[in-house]
């Protein structure tokens, strides 16, 4: 199944924008009732406040789940999940097959990734049996869960590695963190996640023939390290009427990611890092902004990710596939498009595509 | 540092992160009154802990909501004085 391989191609990036779009000043006031009638003292209570209108501050959207402060227990969140799932494939399906009917494009592999919610079957076989005769019998289908934000990117790189018998796969990234907002939280870190994240869905569509699809972006590289020893606890999931964004701490979580992040960027070579387009992984406008500040990169580098996160917020797995569309469409032919990923475990994801077509 | 020094910085930075915009002295000027993005904040406190020559270990992002708090900019500068002696 693995072996030695020839390049493979982006053929085609498809993005889902589903649900309601909601800024940050109409969260912060249904947050800011919330956080009212919460029982804490006085003392807690006005710290969570003045740090949800850090988090929420300026103008920001993010797609979510329709109703979901009517999400309060374990049954109507994992509906809510199941559900804003199929609206997204939906949406995804509908830009698939147009692109690869007139070709009678079959794919050999389906890999697909959500890290915000649990379902069986999974997405693998939920878009399969909306893509009809596109995808065989006998195609991998295949799960990826619980690998966070970095997991569109590992279902890439896993793509790449497969032997040259599989011509066309699907990669397909669904996030739907809204169905996990927790109003009645008193953490801190809980209603960072709750600031931070938005819904979201992207595909890409890999063979190995650069003259398909819409456009070809050669997978040039990608590299992926772990860092579990160090940053296991970093980022992880919390119970209570469902799955909570938890950080280890919430006061050094930037510096802490920072820190990995720079450690396994330190060996790489400064063509790479000097180059002018950036897909990144917008955890948060702070890790976002220092992390281009400590590898020297450039506001108009910087541009494609903050702007992704003012429209959409952090759509974990889904936002670098957004991001690295928005690019391939303006940068010229031949250009190089960095990667970089880094999420739960801990790990980080990088390398480059070249715009061929 | 003291918070006049520190205050003096900030001045510094708020001409420099908004140059199109006269605020004449911002001593007195709520912060979210300038700062008015996340994105205006986060460049605000990366250059203030330059001109600070901070230590790797410290940053300033420990006072952030502070800065989504309606204080004036001399107020933040004497928690910046107050965080930093605490810290260094």
């Known amino acids: 199944m693995f072996g030695v391989l020839e390049v493979r191609y982006i053929n085609g990036i498809y993005k889902a924008v589903t649900g309601e779009t909601w800024s940050n000043q109409d969260l912060l006031s249904h947050y800011e009732q919330a956080v009212d009638v919460l029982s804490v003292h006085h003392d807690e209570r006005e710290k969570l406040l003045a740090s949800l209108r850090f988090f929420l501050l300026g103008n920001r959207t993010r797609q979510t789940v329709p109703d979901w402060m009517a999400l309060t227990g374990f049954s109507s969140r994992a509906q809510a999940f199941e559900a804003g799932v199929a609206v997204a494939l939906d949406a995804l399906v509908g830009q698939i097959l147009n692109a690869v009917t007139s070709s009678g494009v079959v794919f050999d592999a389906v890999l697909t990734t959500t890290s915000s919610g649990n379902l069986m079957p999974g997405l693998s076989y939920r878009i399969t049996t909306r893509l009809g005769n596109h995808v065989r019998s006998d195609s991998m289908l295949l799960d990826l869960g619980n690998v966070g934000c970095t997991g569109s990117v590992k279902a890439l790189n896993l793509a790449n590695q497969l032997d040259l018998s599989f011509k066309n796969i699907l990669v397909v990234s669904v996030e739907l963190p809204t169905t996990l907002i927790n109003l009645m939280a008193t953490d801190v870190d809980i209603w960072q996640g709750n600031c931070t994240f938005g819904d979201g869905a992207a595909a890409l569509w890999i063979s190995d023939d650069v003259a398909q699809g819409s456009t070809a972006l050669a997978l040039e590289q990608i590299r992926y390290i772990q860092k579990a020893q160090a940053g296991l606890g970093l980022i992880r999931w919390g119970y209570d009427d469902y799955y909570t964004f938890r950080l280890a701490d919430e006061k050094t979580f930037n510096k802490d990611v920072r820190g990995l992040v720079a450690d396994v960027l330190s060996g790489v070579n400064d063509e790479w890092l000097a180059r002018p387009h950036w897909a990144i992984h917008p955890a948060g406008i702070a890790l976002l902004m220092r992390l281009g500040r400590k590898l020297g990169l450039s506001q108009e580098a910087m541009k494609p990710s903050i702007v992704h996160y003012n429209q959409f917020s952090n759509m974990s797995s889904v936002s670098i596939l957004h991001i690295l569309s928005d690019l391939a469409v303006n940068a010229p032919f031949g250009a190089e498009i960095n990667l970089l990923s880094m999420g739960a475990g801990f790990n980080v994801m990088y390398g480059y595509v070249r715009k061929e077509r | ?88």
Do not use: R
């Open chain 2, 1 to 88: 540092m003291v918070g006049a020094d520190i205050l003096d910085l900030m001045k510094k930075q708020v001409a420099s992160l908004k140059p199109d915009e006269n605020w004449g002295d911002v001593s007195h000027v709520s912060v979210t009154e300038v700062l008015k993005t996340s994105f205006d904040v986060m460049e605000f406190v990366m250059n203030l802990e330059e001109d600070l020559d901070l230590k790797e270990d410290i940053d300033l992002e420990a006072l952030a909501p502070k800065f989504a708090q309606n204080i004036t900019f001399e107020e933040l500068a004497v928690e910046v004085e107050n965080y930093l002696v605490a810290e260094i």
